[in-house]
């Protein structure tokens, strides 16, 4: 019943793509939001250290192919991804897999050859930023005061983590730009998948939107099989982060945007680097600065602010 009221809820909406939904629970987070954002984190969080050991042997492209037919290939094998679609909801989903994969998940790894990961990092910090304010321009309302506060707080903890690192590479416009682009787009993604996780739930919608992405990253995925070569270890690598890191985290952050709202869902972005700094610090030999571990904190204040009840 819960699923049909929905639905005629948000028929008219439906109909235009650039428009979202407030979150089914606007109070605080329950044990559930707080296991599907923790998880998201986790998982998206160590996508960085299966990257550093899928680059080993392939290039950015056939990864980035690799990830997104790999998690739409398994979300496939689920009945419940199978179920029908409206076609008025069609173009939403196409604008989806372009601004959420498509275009990210191309610009990333061009940006990455002029700009370092702690300048990347820094920047896609901003996506919540986006995503607030893409919200507030769709729903003409101001997230309350509390969660505003969390959204500076976490954006200088996501800076502080990555402030260490700022000076070692390049960091020339072109890179600076397209991770801007993609922060853009992952703030107009989110806002986007609100109502189409509530019309339809997490998997018919994420599967959709990765066969899609499919399609659009394999130009750059085919250009990719000339330089890389095979190992065992990355492509084990690169398989966890296709099937986990992308098919499952999807579903996973889908529903999260549904539950608690494209605003407080983006938040995301600043959990991601505390979880790659403990791994970097785990596996990589990677030292915590001053400043990192303050970003911690700062990034758990944050998140705990936008996490109370909307007033």
Known sequence: MRWKTCRMDATEPRRRILSTSEGVNRGEFSSVDWALFVGVAVIWGSSFLLMDIGLE??????????????????LWMVPEARRPVDAGDRGRLLALSILWVGIPFTFFPIAQQFVNSAIAGMLNGAMPIFAVAIAVALLRRWPRRLALFGLVIGLAGAIAISAPSVGEGSSEALGVGLVVIAAVCYGLAVNIAAPLQQRYGALPVMARMLALATIWTAPFGVFGLTGSSFAWGPLVAIGVAGIVGTGTAFVLMASLVGRVGASRASFIAYGIPVVALVLGVAFRDDSVTAP????????????????????
Do not use: N
């Open 57 to 74: 042997a392939f290039e950015p492209g056939l990864i980035t192919w690799l990830r997104v037919g790999l998690g739409a290939t398994v």
């Open 292 to 311: 990192a571990f303050v970003g911690i904190v700062l990034v758990i204040a944050g998140a705990l602010m936008a996490s109370r009840r909307d007033r």
